[in-house]
């Protein structure tokens, strides 16, 4: 609800102050798709992604092939022997845990790579959009994918194919 009355209230308040302003808007999904870089690089980092996964479930099963072993056997075992596994089967569990954050943390090897990869194409994209706002006149211009919500749009003001044609797609 309020992001209806937020919405109502916005288009309110442009409409009042539109008159003399131009909007246009783009779909980043859709520019996104029409970059064969960008699909490229995203195939590269789930290729990346499925390797560091497929090494990490091999050692999780490691980690659970060692505890259901030591159920099995902690009948025979001393308590020095019991603590000993134990400390094993915890270390691995940290290891585990450690890896898995250094590929896919906050700061992770696959964020880097996307990072490296994708950024320069987000960021022609941006600059690109800029350019034609101040070469256009826009006052604003929308990303009409993901979440945002827009009533209506007029394919007229679709600023998507000229952004990919300005970065030489199409």
Not at 17 to 26: L, V
Not at 78 to 98: A, F, G, V
Not at 130 to 155: C, S
């Amino acid at each position: 609800m309020k992001k209806f009355i937020l919405t109502i209230f916005t288009v309110i308040i442009f409409a009042g102050i539109g008159n003399a302003q131009k909007f246009g808007f783009i779909d980043s999904e859709y520019i996104l798709e029409n970059i064969p870089a960008f699909a490229a690089a995203q195939e590269q980092l789930d290729k990346l992604s499925q390797q560091y996964q497929k090494e990490l479930e091999t050692m999780y099963a490691e980690i659970e092939l060692m505890y259901r072993n030591y159920q099995v056997e902690s009948v025979k075992l001393s308590e020095e022997m019991k603590r000993r596994r134990e400390d094993t089967i915890i270390n691995k569990e940290k290891d585990y845990k450690q890896l898995q954050s250094k590929y896919f943390g906050p700061s992770g090897d696959l964020f880097e790579i996307r990072q490296k990869l994708v950024s320069p194409i987000l960021d022609s994209i941006f600059n690109t959009v800029r350019e034609m706002a101040n070469e256009g006149g826009y006052a604003t211009i929308f990303d009409m994918a993901g979440n945002t919500t827009l009533f209506y749009t007029n394919p007229d003001y679709d600023l998507s194919n000229q952004v990919l044609q300005k970065l030489g797609y199409k």
